[in-house]
């Protein structure tokens, strides 16, 4: 099936791990060119080559930080002088919290609020005319099921995803107009590194893998019984980007197992 998306040029914050690399390999499966942007400069090269390679498009790596205006600059000029604007914009760079309210520091709440709401205002605002000039496009918010359904744990996470939700439905709506579509994706358990990671330290000691720990959360959690693999989810991604989704706009669409619990 073609999905129309050769020589499109696609921007993906966090773009060089876990759910954001996936999204690259998908998108570049399909023809069209990625910016991979990420904090660790080394890191996106990488990524980036590794996507070059496998899939033959062009590729372009930035080292910026997208919780700081500076870094969303310069994601919107370098994407500019290199391929002439973009196309596609995927808002995936995030990261979770671990706090109560009454301990987290107002620094804190400040951060993720750039990081997870501010970043995606920003780049919408920069990159957006850039799409209108080429005829339109598509903006995908990464968001979270925590933005419906909360985990106690990280408050500041799940009021800044569901801030990027409301976002995504403001900017849906005003872009719309001009031929760009715009959606968020609520993800449940998808197995990033991040969370390989933490399993393994909470593990360390214990007699218990990694892999007991993820099984004893996905049995909890998520009626389908297992966390998903970045590629599964990337496929939705994919999809929305594509010319397949065109009546799909300012919907967020849930990813998550059959994890939440209510009807929306």
Known sequence: MDLGLRDKVAVITGGSIGIGLAIGHGLAAEGAHVVVAARDGERAKSAADEIAGRH??????????VATAAGCETIVQEVEKAFGGADILINNAGTGSNETILEAPDDKWQYYWDLHVMAAVRL????????????GGVVLHNCSICATQPLWYEPIYNTTKAALVMFSKNLANELIPHNIR??????????????????????????????????????EFAPIK???SPEEVANFFVFLC???????????????????????
Request: aromatic share 8%; glycine share 14%; hydrophobic share 35%.
């Open 124 to 135: 919408g605002r920069g990159l957006a005319p850039q799409m209108i000039r080429r005829g």
């Open 56 to 65: 033959g498009v062009r590729t372009l790596a930035l080292g910026v930080d």
């Open 182 to 219: 715009v959606n968020a994706v609520n993800l449940g358990l998808t197995l990033t590194p991040d969370w390989v990671k933490t399993a393994t330290q909470l593990t360390e000691g214990t007699g218990r893998t990694w892999q007991d720990y993820i099984q004893g959360i996905a049995d």
């Open 242 to 264: 594509s010319d397949k989704a065109t009546y799909s706009v300012g919907s967020t669409y849930y990813v998550d197992g059959g994890m939440l619990k209510t009807v929306t």
């Open 226 to 228: 297992r966390f998903a």
